[in-house]
């Protein structure tokens, strides 16, 4: 009986502490459970950013993630969306998902003007690391509000010119629009390389029009004017210029686009170089945000403010010469039904090593 009530007075303990401690848990979970299901922007990227410090980045992936698709135009603002976009990106780098991170880098860099300088140099530093392990097809389809898929699955649009990162291998490209017939183009993407391809989709022919009835030599001679709408098919020499300078003038402008953004290229490695020169190793990044900058960040500015103008005008002149190389493929295959016996073609060839024309006929 000594020592009865000791033994009993620690069973009463601990059960107490069992029967605490079993409710206790439940609710911690259950409060887990309903702050992911109802959480907030702001609370997915505080549990991204907690993870992130630590190292988890699967962790840090998948609450980057949830913010990324929690975050609209409604509840968040055009940097938040940036640079949410940036940090998955990031996080897909460390996890070697390149498509994943050179597609997400590459959605908050087109808004880096709402991006600080500090955060557009650690995204563009990450979208290099992610460039060689990708390929890059930039695409062009007319009209332009078909639908595009790639290997089955569909694109985000519609856009005049698509930019799209995918694993290197084969792959097709198919574009569909109701009234017309479907276009599809195979290629082989390599990684590190981008691949430019434009594409027609050719109107659907109705289902009486490839019909025609037998002509006797009677009906022939009673409608002599077949004859001459035959031989309207055949394109006069004006057009034939015209398609000419088409062709040249979409080879030379898209060539011109392509030096441009070389150009911004190698701009933007020297603005990297002279901004990680100038915060230095160990310094705060924010160090041109200061009152007091130091007149290398007014230079630092002015090579950023190049580097973009390039890189638009790159664009502008890429897309203008695909327009016009479109327009002239257009031209070409629907003055080209019926071909003559004699004459010489002339067709635009682009691909992502090089832009010219390709001639062929009889002269």
Same mark, same amino acid.
């Given at each position: ?48 950013? =907690? ?5 988890? *980045? ?48 590459? *959605?908050?860099? @087109? ?12 995204? @563009?530093?990450?979208?290099? =690391? ?12 007319? !009209? !332009? ?5 790639? %290997? ?15 694993? &290197? ?11 017309? @017939? %479907? ?38 001679? =009673?409608? &002599? ?9 055949? !394109? ?36 990297? %170089? ?19 900058? &130091?007149?290398?960040?007014? @230079? ?64």
């Amino acid at each position: 009986m000594r020592f009865g009530a000791p033994a009993l007075l620690f069973c009463v303990m601990l059960g107490a502490a069992a029967a605490y401690t079993r409710p206790a848990c439940a609710e911690d979970i259950y409060s887990t459970l309903e702050r992911s299901d109802g959480s907030t922007v702001k609370d997915h990227v505080r549990r991204a950013q =907690k993870a992130r410090d630590a190292g988890r *980045w699967t962790e840090a992936h998948a609450a980057y993630r949830a913010a990324f698709d929690a975050a609209d135009p409604a509840s968040s603002t055009e940097r938040e969306r940036a640079e949410i976009a940036g940090e998955l990106g990031l996080c897909e780098l460390a996890l070697r998902r390149y498509r994943d991170a050179a597609e997400h880098l590459a *959605w908050s860099l @087109e808004q880096r003007d709402a991006l600080p300088l500090a955060l557009q140099l650690r995204f @563009e530093a990450g979208q290099r =690391k992610a460039a060689p392990y990708v390929a890059t097809l930039y695409l062009s389809v007319d !009209p !332009p509000d078909a639908e595009v898929l790639i %290997d089955g699955k569909p694109v985000s649009g519609p856009a005049r010119v698509y930019r799209l990162f995918l694993e &290197p291998g084969q792959h097709m490209v198919r574009a569909r629009l109701a009234g017309h @017939e %479907d276009a599809f183009q195979s290629f082989e993407a390599q990684a590190g390389k981008a691949t430019s391809i434009s594409m027609q989709v050719p109107r659907a022919v109705a289902p009486g029009a490839a019909a025609t009835e037998p002509v006797t030599g009677h009906r022939e001679a =009673k409608n &002599p004017a077949r004859g001459a709408q035959a031989s309207s098919d055949v !394109p006069s020499p004006a057009a034939s210029k015209l398609r000419i300078a088409g062709a040249v003038v979409a080879g030379v402008t898209m060539a011109t686009g392509g030096g441009l953004l070389i150009w911004s290229a190698y701009t933007e490695d020297e603005l990297h %170089d002279q901004a990680t020169a100038l915060r230095g190793a160990d310094q705060d990044a924010s160090r041109c945000a200061r009152p007091n900058a &130091p007149r290398a960040c007014s @230079e630092l500015r002015d090579l950023q403010e190049k580097r973009d103008f390039l890189r638009s005008a790159g664009w502008v002149t890429l897309v203008s010469g695909g327009a016009v190389g479109v327009l002239t493929l257009a031209s070409l295959l629907v003055g080209g039904s019926s071909t003559p016996s004699d004459g010489v073609r002339v067709v635009p060839t682009v691909n992502g090593q090089q832009v010219g024309l390709m001639m062929n006929g009889a002269w």
